[in-house]
């Protein structure tokens, strides 16, 4: 049976120092989101391979969430129902390193 | 919590209502009302203890209530440490309905088309505080 399944790149994503990829290998899933991680202090640049630190290609920036209010967020899903999306090519950066900002991945699979 | 007891489609009843994968016609809801984890493992607990297959699932914080709310998946039952360490996500939440005009941060998941492919059965929730309810309500296409 077909179902959609979290990827086991789904968790808290702990960057340090430098755009990091989700994957370190090609990962096809149907969605992904990165989120702030609740209660943290960075900025979240999202990119593919070239984002640089200093927010070039990026294809967004996320807010952090200190205190309260509902986190911002990217999220990315195929709605043509496949698995589509590259986790290794997704480079995630926090300004503060160490920090982890939430990625919650799902992908098709038949079991 | 309610749970609607739907036919069960296969010979042992391992799961209720449509296998997953299938596309029925009507959109019925599976899973409403707050949510109590509180007697579970961890104090996290699975939306269903049987594979319950659903097109759409949303879970938010109640509004009122005062801890995060982390959504994960079965790793977080006999996680060590910080169970929302093993999450996928967290709810911030709304004690008060200052921030944000007061909407609730809300988590949701959906097939895009349509199709009855989340197990319910394999997605966590732990509320950071004991006791706390958030809502969950999951669709099924029957």
Redesign the interface.
């Known amino acids: 049976?077909?179902?959609?399944?979290?990827s086991a790149a789904?968790?808290?994503f702990t960057v340090n120092g430098a755009p990091a990829p989700i994957a370190s290998s090609s990962t096809l899933v149907?969605?992904v989101?990165v989120?702030p991680?609740?209660g943290q202090w960075s900025k979240i640049l999202i990119g593919g391979p070239n984002l640089g630190t200093d927010e070039s290609n990026a294809m967004a920036i996320l807010y952090p969430?200190p205190n309260?209010?509902?986190?911002d967020a990217f999220v990315l899903?195929?709605?043509?129902?496949q698995n589509t999306i590259d986790l290794s090519q997704i480079y995630v950066y926090a300004t503060i390193p160490g920090d982890s900002p939430?990625?919650?991945?799902?992908g098709?699979q038949t079991? | 919590m309610a749970v609607s007891q739907l036919r069960g489609q296969s010979s042992g009843l391992q799961y209720n209502g449509p296998q997953g994968g299938s596309r029925g016609s009507q959109l019925v809801t599976v899973l409403t009302g707050p949510f109590d984890a509180s007697s579970a493992p961890n104090g996290a607990a699975p939306l269903t203890t049987t594979p319950q297959y659903a097109t759409y699932v949303r879970i938010q914080a109640h509004p009122g209530q005062e801890g995060k709310i982390a959504i994960g998946g079965p790793g977080m039952a006999n996680a060590s440490g910080s169970v929302a360490d093993s999450s996928f996500l967290e709810l911030w939440p709304n004690w008060d309905a200052s921030f944000d005009n007061g909407r609730s941060d809300t988590w949701v998941l959906s097939d895009p088309k349509w199709l009855n492919t989340i197990d319910l059965s394999q997605i966590y929730v732990y509320p950071e505080i004991a006791g706390e309810t958030p809502i969950v309500t999951a669709f099924q296409l029957v």
Not at chain 1, 68 to 71: E, I, K, P, V, Y
Not at chain 1, 102 to 106: G, H, K, Q, S
Request: hydrophobic share 40%; aromatic share 6%; proline share 6%.
């Open positions: 049976m077909l179902l959609l399944t979290p789904s968790g808290p149907n969605q989101s989120k991680r609740l969430v309260g209010g509902q986190a899903q195929d709605q043509g129902g939430m990625v919650e991945a799902f098709y079991l």
